[in-house]
């Protein structure tokens, strides 16, 4: 990271400026703002960041730096080498790794200070007598399932333990759960986890709990307990779907004109012929496509619109597939045609990830961890 004059720090990854078509711009600042709103939120309780997936495509190096330096203290990651590339990066910071205990790996944990949360009884037992025989004193996460059914001991496994083990109470500095349903706050399984983790907190009366993820966050003060862990919000989609979201954008992704076409009325745009010009167009075709992790599914077709581009500040529809490495925006009604090597706007203050998400059918979440290697990335602030 530099400093620039005007005091706002910019970094770059990726291909140089000018080598790519694609621009992405994570606004490392927003993040940081994000996660003090929901630290807010929360107080008492306090506020994780989940950086998984490369800081969810957004770059977890840097995303992590920035967390740390605004006073962040705990991060979950999804594996190993996640939580290894965290360490790096924060030698003192509480790093849990959510997909738990690898088998035979426990002493590459230690190494590097993680802390596996534990998703069985298997786990438990193996990162035992890892304990055991080596005097390894770090701590670990134990998670207790309350109705998602992926990982975690079922409550039956967590009362049995509850009566007679004495390396839990001791060793396990995390009680965690996970909401299956909590970006719906009406749905009833809501209410039956939040019940189901109350009991079980109930049965290890001295170890701090953590259940809510971004959405989770605002279903309430029963859903924070001491440790919230918000990831997709820290990163600006929304985590409450269908009200005003109210994180700060963090991505901008721009993309390069590679040549401007005209097109005659009754011909088809794409691969599958899948678009017909009803009138003669003009169209921008971009140097980016879902090998970038702009997702097929949000393509045109002449039964279903596809996602928006901004050119020029305008919104253009996408006109027939998305290729590989391609896609066409339909620039005809504009006043002033765009050029070759313009740039063109996918996602951004106006076209949130979330809109680009549903156009393609799903989650905000798929289309940040989507973003791909060929961007020039520009980070800014932190
Ligand atoms: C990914 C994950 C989170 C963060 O979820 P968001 O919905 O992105 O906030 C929290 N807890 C667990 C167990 C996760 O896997």
Redesign the pocket.
Known sequence: MTARPEGVAIGTSGPHHGQAYGILTIDLDAIVDNWRDLRERCSPAACAA?V??DG?GCGIDPVTSALAKAGCTTF?V?DFNEGRRVRRLVPDATIYV?NGLMPGAADNYAKDNLQP?LGSLVELGEWKAFCEATGWSGHAAL?VDTGIN??GLRPEQAARLAEHDRFVPRRIDLL?S??AC??EPGHPLNAKQMAAFRDIRGMFPAIPG?L??????FLGPDAHHDLV???????G?N?TPGHLNLMRPVVRLEAGIVQVRDVPQGETVGYGATWTATRPVRLAVVGIGYADGFLRAAGASDQHPGATALVGGHPCPLAGRISMDLLAVDVTGLAHAPSRGDRVTLIGEQITVDTVASHAGTIG?EVLTSLGPRYHRVYRGG
Request: charged content about 10%; hydrophobic content about 50%.
């Open positions: 989940v998984k997936a969810y979950f999804a959510f949360v998670h992926r990982l965690m996970h909401f909590a970006d953590s809510a993820n971004s959405s989770g966050i862990r918000p990831g997709v919000a820290l990163y989609a985590p979440y």
